[in-house]
């Protein structure tokens, strides 16, 4: 896939290098810039945040292009680094966007930060108090192009199949507690990538049952995006970097955030054994109970790298629920309505590929309602999950007995549930408020 730099009229391409070490987004982030650059169109401006002291009240942002560096100190937002970050790289990716010397932005995320919130924010959250600029979101001027996610051969897939929360392991990403798990951010990171710069170890340290398993999970986690070993004695250059982009095909997210109702299966991911890895599919056209549910989403919390999917409750009889997991921790929320609980007004506006992919499975009387769920295991046996997720669905008998005795059932998981349940409120990974004004102009 080819990066084209900014045109008169077009929105600047920007590329987010994502990763748990501040060393390789580093690294990375360079490279992609010269390849970017060397095409012609201007400059590549990298943009960086260092959330490492924002427990000291302190955050970091480096800006260079060309022969320019900048270092400024960011006023903290709301106790909160993410919050930080948006309120002032959003209005900084559309000045840059106005600078007729640069092409391109790579923003180099700190660790503790998810490319798709990143990429969520650009498109959502309005910018306000810019004098010239229209109140927009920063998408109004500039587009997420693609991702590019930095993995460490020998560490990432414990970080990924682990349960520490982000405080934990030492990434913090504000005052208050993050109640977020490494292998949330972990496998996130991987899942909304392009492309994949795996940062080898020397050859006496590899441990090559591990490295085979690691890239394995990394296949079915972004099936389509191109995979670059990097090692000590052949590092990551912008050549390596040209040829990298080249190589990404149009199926990747390039920047698009997933729809509840999207294919589970996107990308085309390989869905043989290897190594022990494997990803599989569970569906039902029968409600869970969600009694049997709660108990049964624990076998999701051993031996599995990543889960996710929609759900038919028996007692949220409108809404699919969707699940995700990663590692030890798993939350299920409401994302979405079943056509089949949507009024005239909304069918018109629900997305043409939904309604088609739900006539494939329509039903006289359930209509669209149906639970599917795509495990990634590692370490778990998909027929003992299968037989878990079965036993958790209504029974003939119950199915018998109609809805107006299913919401009787009593119900764990309400709007949402988080498992394991927290003792208190994480930080989010998305602002409650929908715009942001800018302290000043950068």
Known sequence: MEITPSKPGSRTPVILVTGLDRDAIDRVSGAVAEAIAARGSGETAIVAHDLSRVADGEVIRTLRSG??????????????????????????????????????????LDPVLEPEAVTWAID?????????YVRAPAA??????????????????????GDITMDEAGLIIGVGNDERTLAQVAVGQVE?????VLAGCDAVARDSWLTARTAAVLKRLAPAAPLIMEIPQRPFTPAIA????????????????????????????P????????????????PFHPGRLHEA?????????????????????????????????????????????????????????????????WDDE???????????????????IRAALRRACLTDDEMAQGQILWMAYDDPFGLEHVDPCPDGAGIPDQADSESITPKGQQ
Request: hydrophobic letters at 45%; a negative charge; one cysteine or more.
């Open 271 to 286: 869905l043989h054994e290897d190594c022990g890895v494997v990803l599989f599919e569970f569906s039902a056209q029968r």
């Open 140 to 161: 109004h001027e500039v587009r997420v192009a693609l991702t590019v996610a930095c993995v460490a051969e020998m560490d990432w897939l414990e970080a990924a199949t």
């Open 192 to 196: 909304f990538a392009d492309a994949l």
């Open 67 to 108: 022969g320019y560096f900048a270092r400024t100190r960011v006023e903290l937002e709301h106790a909160c680094g993410s919050c930080t970050v948006r309120a002032d790289l959003l209005p900084l990716l559309r000045q840059l966007h106005r600078r007729a010397d640069i092409g391109a932005v790579v923003v180099a």
């Open 242 to 269: 040209a040829t990298m982009l080249s190589a990404i095909p149009e199926h990747t997210p390039h920047g698009r955030i997933a729809n509840p109702f999207d294919s589970l299966l996107r990308g085309r991911p």
């Open 366 to 384: 359930y209509g669209d309602r149906h639970s599917s769920i795509v495990i990634l295991a590692h370490r778990a046996d998909p027929d003992h």
């Open 297 to 361: 989403i624990d076998e999701l919390l051993e031996g599995v790298v990543r889960a996710r999917g929609r759900l038919w409750l028996a007692t949220q009889p409108d809404r699919a629920l969707w699940l995700e997991s990663a590692g030890g921790g798993l939350r299920v929320d409401a994302d979405g309505r079943w056509l089949a609980a949507m009024d005239d007004d909304e069918l018109a506006d629900a997305d043409p590929e939904h309604r088609a992919m739900a006539a494939l499975r």
């Open 124 to 132: 959502n959250v309005v910018v306000d108090g810019m004098p010239g």
